[in-house]
């Protein structure tokens, strides 16, 4: 299997990379903001703009390869659609990634451009779409995590047709911020996940015997990071094969954070925490506060 073929990185710093060019796609959709996006190039904007405008109008017809190497994802059994990314929320990816053009190449014997997402943080993994310069479908992806790993990947090997949806899907809308005073009592402003927004909290029970716990959800516009606070005394999620998820006791309490980056990089944010609110004398009585508002 002949997959396109783009550089993959080395570990990257935490400080993101910025590119020259002017932020339309946010102005474009007439979006809320919380902060100001990372300037972008206009030719990228304008073909990611265009890859999100296709995938509302038109659906591809034809036969995929992917592989997933991600935990709670699997690739479509039929091999008719892509599983990744599942959804593209557009004020929070040119927000959370730095959009740059890749070299064109082909795909199914059609000719596409590729659209570079470069994550503004270590946690936030790289993207890259590829394309079709005709009519602005996604035929490929290619997702690279911090220490340059291919986590997932998918392509189409045939395309029969590319047709106009009967009715054009929804944009998918940015998810509402979660309360800053209420997210201050678990972690402090400095230590939240680059290039993540925090859009969660509710409670939940992890692992097969259902520990209770609180959930913190935090997200790029394409994937989620998901952070799990539970007692110290509970022992944390046994991890499945290919789970990307690191855990440490912080304070009082164990902390699990789960998402698409180097395992390494989930320990090293951890390992912050414990210079928060958790690490802190009364964190108990926050967390079972925010447990129940």
Not at 121 to 149: E, H, I, K, M, N
Not at 172 to 184: I, N, V, W
Not at 210 to 225: E, H, M, N, Q, Y
Not at 234 to 246: E, G, I, M, S
Request: overall charge positive.
């Amino acid at each position: 299997m002949r997959w396109p073929r783009i550089p993959t990185r080395g570990p990257r710093p935490a400080l993101a990379l910025a590119l020259a060019g002017a932020a339309l796609l946010a102005a474009a959709w007439a979006q809320p903001a919380a902060s100001a996006p990372p300037a972008q190039p206009p030719a990228a904007v304008a073909l990611f703009r265009k890859m999100v405008d296709a995938a509302r109008t038109l659906e591809v017809v034809g036969t995929t390869a992917e592989r997933i190497d991600l935990p709670g994802v699997s690739a479509d059994p039929r091999h008719q659609r892509f599983a990744l990314p599942v959804t593209v929320v557009p004020e929070l990816v040119v927000r959370s990634f730095a959009l740059r053009l890749g070299q064109a190449t082909q795909v199914a014997g059609r000719r596409v451009e590729a659209l570079e997402l470069h994550g503004l943080g270590p946690l936030t993994p790289d993207w890259t779409f590829w394309v079709d310069a005709a009519t602005g479908v996604r035929l490929g992806y290619r997702v690279v995590d911090a220490d340059g790993a291919v986590v997932a990947e998918g392509r189409y090997s045939q395309v029969r047709e590319v047709r106009v949806r009967p009715t054009p899907l929804a944009l998918p809308s940015a998810p509402a911020r979660l309360d800053a005073q209420r997210l201050a009592r678990l972690m402090d402003a400095g230590h939240l996940p680059r290039g993540y927004v925090p859009v969660g909290l509710a409670r939940t029970e992890i692992g097969a015997a259902k520990v209770p716990a609180l959930r913190i959800t935090f997200f790029d516009g394409l994937d989620a990071l998901v952070v799990l606070v539970y007692r110290h005394q509970d022992a944390p999620p046994v991890a499945a094969a290919n789970a990307r998820l690191a855990s440490r006791s912080v304070g009082r309490f164990n902390v699990t954070v789960v998402g698409p980056a180097p395992v390494a990089s989930l320990r090293s944010w951890l390992d912050g925490l414990e210079r928060g609110p958790l690490g802190r004398p009364g964190a108990l009585h926050d967390l079972q506060e925010l447990a129940n508002p």
